[in-house]
């Protein structure tokens, strides 16, 4: 068998590949980290009436701009100024508007004489951006917090 009908061969398979179209490039799709906490913030905002062993933190949050993942957690924190206990969290979307939360809790797992504060986050493609000034909850009863104001992560 001569060499030139396989070069021939080669070289016109080589001719074809390279005749294709190119791949076109795919649209930058969110990933599931977004599709999870859109779903968590839509299940929070539909949590139906309190039942009667709950209770629960309301308010508003100022200063999230659209498409921020906001993270609340009602922690019990030591003296150290170190979280110990995470007594109830929420995920939800900011949307560039005031951004109403409930966060609800189990008053029975509120620790009698601990510090519990009120801590919260927002970040942007995976960094973050803001934080919320730690608010103290003295008591575990259903509070109205009012409007809580994000700031600029240090």
Not at 10 to 26: E, G, K, R, Y
Not at 85 to 100: E, R, Y
């Amino acid at each position: 068998m001569s060499l030139r009908p396989l070069v021939l061969l080669s070289l016109f398979s080589l001719l074809v590949a390279c005749s294709s179209d190119a791949p076109q490039p795919q649209p930058p799709t969110p990933g599931p980290a977004p599709q999870q906490a859109q779903k968590k913030a839509k299940e929070a905002a539909e949590l139906g009436p309190l039942p009667a062993f709950q209770r629960e933190l309301s308010g508003t949050l100022q200063g999230v701009p659209t498409g921020a993942e906001v993270e609340l957690a009602l922690l019990v924190i030591d003296d150290k100024d170190r979280p110990q206990q995470l007594l109830a969290s929420s995920s939800l979307i900011g949307n560039n508007q005031v951004l109403p939360f409930h966060l609800r809790f189990n008053p029975e797992s509120f620790p009698a004489g601990a510090r519990v504060e009120l801590r919260g986050r927002a970040s942007q493609s995976g960094q973050l951006i803001l934080h919320l000034p730690s608010q103290l909850i003295s008591q575990p009863t259903t509070q109205t917090l009012g409007q809580l104001q994000f700031v600029k992560a240090p």
